[in-house]
């Protein structure tokens, strides 16, 4: 079973800077899809940014400009760059490994990590 262990968050006020990252176990890490989303207080969880196995990345309109993710195959690692953050940036941040169907057919599923809690406050 694929596990995920997302660290790097925490404490920051507003315009500061943190770093999340995702440390996968127990997959082939570089042929995964993988992702960042986040779910504020009463709200939805909703998507912040995937990057694909080719390193093809997608960001939301929100953190466009602010955020960067990447990822390190050879440490099976994907991280999370977060600038210039603000209170609407307060959530718990969550690493995905997004489903995929293999060329072989293969089917792999969604798996979550945790979740790591970022608070912005002055």
């Known amino acids: 079973q694929v596990q995920l262990v997302e660290s790097g968050g925490g404490l920051v006020q507003p315009g500061g800077s943190l770093r999340l990252s995702c440390a996968a176990s127990?997959?082939?890490?570089?042929?995964?899809?993988m992702g960042w989303y986040r779910q504020a207080p009463g709200k939805e969880r909703e998507l912040v940014a995937v990057?694909?196995?080719?390193?093809?990345?997608l960001y939301s309109d929100s953190v466009k400009g602010r955020f960067t993710i990447s990822r390190d195959n050879a440490k099976a690692t994907v991280h999370l760059q977060m600038n210039n953050l603000n209170p609407e940036d307060t959530a718990v941040y969550y690493c995905k490994r997004e489903p995929q169907v293999l060329p072989s057919g293969v089917r792999r599923f969604a798996v979550w990590g945790q979740g790591t809690l970022v608070t912005v406050s002055s």
């Open positions: 990057i694909n196995s080719g390193g093809s990345i």
């Open positions: 127990r997959t082939i890490f570089s042929t995964n899809d």
